[in-house]
DNA sequence: GGTTATAGATTACACCTGTAATCTATAACA
DNA sequence: TGTTATAGATTACAGGTGTAATCTATAACC
């Protein structure tokens, strides 16, 4: 088993970094929206023990889940990894594909600029 | 079959984007450095063409290969589709991230900020 | 205490992917 | 013209992934 989120377990990581520890029960209702069936949801639990992406504790017959990989890093890690593959790491590409195909506000222009002042 | 581009595929993807039409030996040959077995390039290609990403023409008994699917439209969808796994769509926070955690050199920031001036 | 509901564990199964080896037809060479 | 090299087609096979169903043990209820 690779240790590699795939995306539907990116998905289930999203809940338990928003909140945690949390059962599978309260993960399954925190989905609804994915129209899993709840034993998809517990596959995917079990295979993100097993890779380690998470943990639990028991509390009597049920687990307590949570993270064990940040988000910070798991975003560092897929932004690298979509740098490298699509932009062949040139960031200033990725960047500017970004800025140009995407519209955006006054604000986020302005707070961008900042951004950039302080490089 | 699915006809989305495998990562191994978007590898032989680039060499035909650079260049086309290719034979699957030119194919091969421009693919040296991944050390990849002429056998697997061609599966490659073969997987690729019933995907319909790529298409060919004969000429005696060898395939031209050349792409279907441009390299515009391929980065925008792949790139589109990173936005709303990892950042759920918020283009504000990708180009934060990139910006805060890549060096960029000084004539990088000031063609960024010359781009942001023009939104 | 016996029965049932339920939690997690195990098994299932098809499709994708990486990584080739083998098959089959034919072009090219001797 | 018979043999061989080679092109693409087909087959192989393990591991990952989506999508569950079934098994097994136990907590909870009657």
Chains 1, 2 share one sequence.
Not at 53 to 58: A, D, L, N, Q, S
């Amino acid at each position: 088993m690779s240790n590699r989120v795939s995306e539907s377990e990116q998905i289930v990581m999203e809940v338990l970094w928003q909140e945690s520890p949390l059962t599978s029960q309260q993960v399954v209702a925190r989905l609804e929206a994915q129209d899993w069936n709840e034993k998809t949801v517990k596959t995917f639990l079990n295979r993100m023990v097993k890779k380690g992406v998470i943990g639990f504790e028991k509390e009597g017959r049920k687990y307590l889940y949570h993270p064990i990989i940040k988000r910070e890093e798991y975003i560092q890690s897929e932004s690298n990894g979509f740098l490298n593959k699509v932009f062949n790491g040139n960031v200033k590409d990725l960047l500017a594909t970004f800025v140009q195909n995407k519209q955006l506000s006054k604000q986020e222009i302005a707070y961008l600029k900042e951004l950039l002042e302080k490089e």
